[in-house]
T-cell receptor, first 113, second 114 residues
Framework: DQQVKQNSPSLSVQEGRISILNCDYT??????FLWYKKYPAEGPTFLIS?????DKNEDGRFTVFLNKSAKHLSLHIVPSQPGDSAVYFC????????????FGQGTRLTINP | EAQVTQNPRYLITVTGKKLTVTCSQN?????MSWYRQDPGLGLRQIYY???????DKGDVPEGYKVSRKEKRNFPLILESPSPNQTSLYFC?????????????FGQGTRLTVV
């Protein structure tokens, strides 16, 4: 039972354009959402997060949007840079209950020069 | 430098031979977790610990054990490894709760059980 889903295993974007990574969740108890970035041979590193009381959070080139009614969130990267090429994991948590992260399958983003 | 250190980075073992993957953090974090990453499945939590001597099962705990005798260390123990435990393992720590932005991950341990 995959509670957090990233339906696109891979995405290819041209340098300078916008990258949009999508994530869907099924558990309505989730109230905190995060994006992690992972390079090969390294552990995931935190990128950006959003609480369910917000619908948008921005940090430099990265913006996360949350649509609670659709149980959908997305990560926008503008402009995309070659160093953004990595695997991106969406994660969710119920901070009122279980103290754990539930991750999606990941999306491999490739930025082409 | 704040870090989570896992050892070993790579391990090939045989079915049934007990092994331990160590995890240590230098940030005085209360919360620590173990995850495994498998193709098409993302990262799944194995066990977590909210503090010394407090551990609980995650989503895929079967075949694993953990202990938390000291705040900085959280070893993952496979008493009798099987080939379906071949995976990439990550340890993580955070200061408040597992989902906090301060969650730090180790570099991973790639385990192959033959």
């Amino acid at each position: 039972d995959q509670q957090v889903k990233q339906n696109s295993p891979s995405l290819s974007v041209q340098e300078g354009r916008i990258s949009i990574l999508n994530c869907d969740y099924t558990n309505s108890m989730f109230d905190y959402f995060l994006w992690y970035k992972k390079y090969p041979a390294e552990g995931p590193t935190f990128l950006i997060s959003i609480s369910s009381i917000k619908d948008k959070n921005e940090d430099g080139r990265f913006t996360v949007f949350l649509n609670k009614s659709a149980k959908h969130l997305s990560l926008h990267i503008v402009p995309s840079q070659p160093g953004d090429s990595a695997v991106y994991f969406c994660a969710a948590s119920d901070i009122q209950g279980a103290q754990k992260l539930v991750f999606g399958q990941g999306t491999r983003l490739t930025i082409n020069p | 430098e704040a870090q989570v250190t896992q050892n070993p980075r790579y391990l090939i073992t045989v079915t049934g031979k007990k092994l331990t993957v160590t995890c240590s953090q230098n940030m005085n974090h209360e919360y620590m977790s173990w995850y495994r990453q498998d193709p098409g499945l993302g990262l799944r939590q194995i066990y977590y610990s909210m503090n010394v001597e407090v551990t609980d099962k995650g989503d895929v705990p079967e075949g694993y054990k953990v202990s938390r005798k000291e705040k900085r260390n959280f070893p993952l123990i496979l008493e009798s490894p099987s080939p379906n435990q071949t995976s990439l393992y990550f340890c993580a720590s955070s200061s408040t709760w597992v989902g906090s932005p301060e969650a730090f991950f180790g570099q991973g341990t790639r385990l192959t059980v033959v």
